[in-house]
């Protein structure tokens, strides 16, 4: 580890010596973790599907060191070019995803991605981490400086967000993106009432949309009652857990990643569960907790609070999305289309979690200056 | 938000400022209510996370909750329903069951009728394309085309790719041994139903389900070994004398298990139809028969034991008996006064006959019910003949049946009667189950133990000294009585039609097996001297038979020598030589002599 002497006063020493080394290494693990899987778990989704065996493997392997680049570039940021960087991500990304309503491909009844030749892109993913960073910013000026109408300005994003992905329309990541809003609302401190206010406005806007789309109700209702409909994936994916047992069937003798058309994506961890066991699902979730809980830390010792709520709507994003995959995963919620940070294949998932993470990692790095940026 | 570039230093120290003041203030309020409230999102994401670590666990380790429709996948947790096995009584399996997949066709989905019927007839051995059409053309829904096909013929047919045809899976009885326990098993139907046999007597236990790792099946008493020699030997017998069938028995003296029993012809269990018409027959258990001279130990005991008669006494044989429209003569007579051991050892029907008007016909009824020849054998397979016996018992019969004459029983009854004989004179009825060192066994007593001693002692008489020396093996006290009767054809006796047979026990100083063969109509041969008695017939085959299978057992041969001679005087003395020469008997008339 001690590439650097502390006395190394360069960009990268100073880099090295106050990044937070031990959730970046839990970041690597998952990721190394997800390309072993994916080696596992797309070859047979692959053939299945008519591509080349290693289609999935091969761009994933792209995806994962531009995705660590990603991270490392971002990780240097001070927090101030955190903000400078995250607005023009997020102006982007919305840019982007009013595109995907007028030029976006449909798959599987919503418009998400947009295709530049024979490369595509999911915007929608880099909204999540740069709203966090844009409603921690309105979030801790307002409460910091009363001049600053923040908490409105915040709504409004988050208002605009989620009115562009209800239009996709993507449920779970308007799910997520609010947890955020919320969440953060919650840290900067805003009164109890508006808290439970806002508590009241999920659990409508749920049923809400229980009631407003077709596709959410009959999840739900399937997941209610598992004799209506055909929970094939789920149940599939929970015999591959039984399976597998505590240490698994043994690297490539699974057999869910044969009948699962997201063994790859969504449903990763079942083809996990099958062929390595028990014990590395229960790694992948440890790791995510340290990160989650690593970075709480880190977060609660910072004395700057954008910091402080900018790294929290971080990490609960990228806590949310694990907690929702896995749980879907496991049948405790609705099946819901949300990848498994860094574990699944995708580019867009991937890299735009790598930048939501470096973003925490530079949030995150230790700064000697008392009162923090603010 | 502040655009201050100062150091925090700065801030903290220019303290005098009310502007700075007042945002520091508000910065540590907002750190300390941030602070408060993250621990608590903290908390709720860690609890959240043990939660999925703890579902992780269950769904692994603990199985899939309930309510969750996953029947298909805990294959180890289904009941086992195949047919259970059948094994003899030393575990050897003689009946189980092999899952088979069988071939129908929904012939709606059929779209070429002719290209099915000539791939799978020339694909498939004892399918035509001609039996294809024709099921095919019986419309319907459901035909069943070919059962019970190999996997390698499953592939083959999948090969054809032929649409409206499927496979269901199923399962065939296996006999590994063939023909070995033909009528004792007996089989199956296509549905796997047991229809005759230890099948059918115990299709509901075969085919119970129960769950893994429950111990299933039936031990019989059979004993494989035992078997394989009786059947070669009834076979071999059946052969020289050009017999119709032949039956035989080797059952457990003191348990009355039924350690081998076979009639013949016999059927391959394993290809059903055989089993159909006279080969299906069980002579053993469902065939009927006088049996003859081999009855004159029931009545010789029935005498001693009622003490109607005494070992000492004696009657003479120099006369037939004329009763009505009956004579009663003697095959091998000695026209003169014999003792009881002598009237068996020469078998005697006058004598026989007149100890049994001694006893009276009420008390050897009685004797006859309690030795069990008066109902169906009481064992557990469902093929058992009805004993045939006059319905009034009267002075004749009395005498004919005390020769086994009027009297038609299987020949179980008879293996079992010698057991009681000889066993010490308890009634077991003959099990086909093998009985286990806890398990109940039924007993009744039917003679005195003193009885039984004597009987056991005559009957040793007759291998060393009479009819049945044919059957005596060295050095394990062979004793017996043989038999051979007149079978009934038309109205009356046929002189050529015989079944002849042996009734052994061994060793008679203390019996462990009774074996009995019955040989049904054999021919005399020259080195028989022409005869088809049981004396030349049946008791060569018992010799047989009783050697083989006692070095089987590890029987050693005894030291015998204590058996020679019998001294005059005593009761058992029989005369090395009649002292007078028999004369040429004259068979004729009506009535038709036991032998």
Known sequence: MSTFARTDNSLLGRWWWTIDRWTLMAIIAIAALGAILTLAASPAVAERIGLDNYHFVRRQFVFLPMALIVMLATSMLTPQWVRRVSMVVFVGSLVLMIGVLFFGSEIKGASRWLSFGGFSLQPSEFVKPSFAVMAAWMFSSQRLDDDIPGYAIATGLWMLVVGLLMMQPDFGMTVVVSMVWGVQFFIAGLPWILVLAVALLFLLGGFGAYFTFDHVRARIDRFLDPSQGDGFQVERALSAFQNGGLFGRGPGEGRVKEVLPDAHTDFILAVAGEEFGLLVCLLVVALFAFIVVRGFSRAFKDTDFFVLVATTGLLVQFALQAIINIASTTNLMPPKGMTLPFISYGGSSTVALAFGMGLVLALTRFRPKAGGGL | MSKNTASEQAILFDSLDPDRIRVESARKLALETGRTRLLVTGVVLC???????????????????????????????????????????????????????????????????????????????????????????????????????????????????????????????????????????????????????????????????????????????????????????????????????????????????????????????????????????????????????????????????SGAVSIADGYDTSEPIKAARFTINDFHGKKRWLSVPEILVYSSNIGTAKMALEVGAKKQKEYMRRFGMLSPAAIEIPEVGHPLYPERWGEISTMTISYGHGIAVSPLHVASGVATLVNGGVMHPPSILKRDANSLIVEERVLAPKTSATMRALMRLVVRFGTGKNADVKGYRVGGKTGTAEKQVGGGYSEDALVSSFVGAFPMNDPRYVVLVVIDEPKGIKSSFGFATGGWVAAPAVKSIVGRIAALTGMLPQDVSDEEPIKPGTPFYIPARATQPAPKIALGGIARAAH
């Open chain 2, 47 to 305: 609890l959240a996370f043990a939660a999925l670590a703890v579902r992780l666990a269950e769904l692994t380790a603990f199985g899939i909750p309930p309510g969750v429709r996953l029947a298909s996948l805990s294959p180890h947790n289904k009941p086992i329903t195949a047919r259970a096995d059948i094994r003899d009584r030393n575990a050897m399996l003689i009946a189980t069951s092999l899952p088979t997949r069988s071939l129908f066709a929904d012939p709606r989905d059929v779209m070429d009728i002719e290209e099915a019927a000539l791939k799978l007839g020339a694909l498939l051995p004892n399918l035509s394309a001609e039996d294809v059409r024709h099921k095919l053309a019986l419309g319907g829904r459901f035909q069943w085309i070919a059962r019970n096909l190999t996997p390698t013929q499953v592939y083959a047919v999948n090969r054809l790719g032929l649409p409206g045809f499927s496979f269901r899976d199923g399962e065939r009885r296996v006999y590994p041994f063939g023909p070995i326990f033909a009528h004792v098993l007996g089989y199956t139907d296509v549905d796997g139903r047991g229809i005759a046999g230890v099948e059918r007597a115990f299709d509901e236990k075969l085919s119970e389900p129960v769950a893994p790792g429950e111990t299933r099946g039936i031990d019989l008493a059979l004993d494989l070994r035992f078997q394989t020699i009786l059947r070669e030997e009834l076979a071999a017998a059946q052969q020289r004398f050009s017999a119709v069938g032949a039956a035989g028995v080797v059952i457990d003296a003191k348990t009355g298990e039924v350690l081998a029993m076979a009639s013949l012809p016999d059927f391959n269990p394993n290809e059903p139809e055989q089993a159909l018409g006279k080969n299906g027959f069980n002579r053993a258990t469902k065939g009927v028969y006088e049996m003859g001279s081999t009855f004159k130990l029931f009545s010789t005991a029935t005498a001693l034991d």
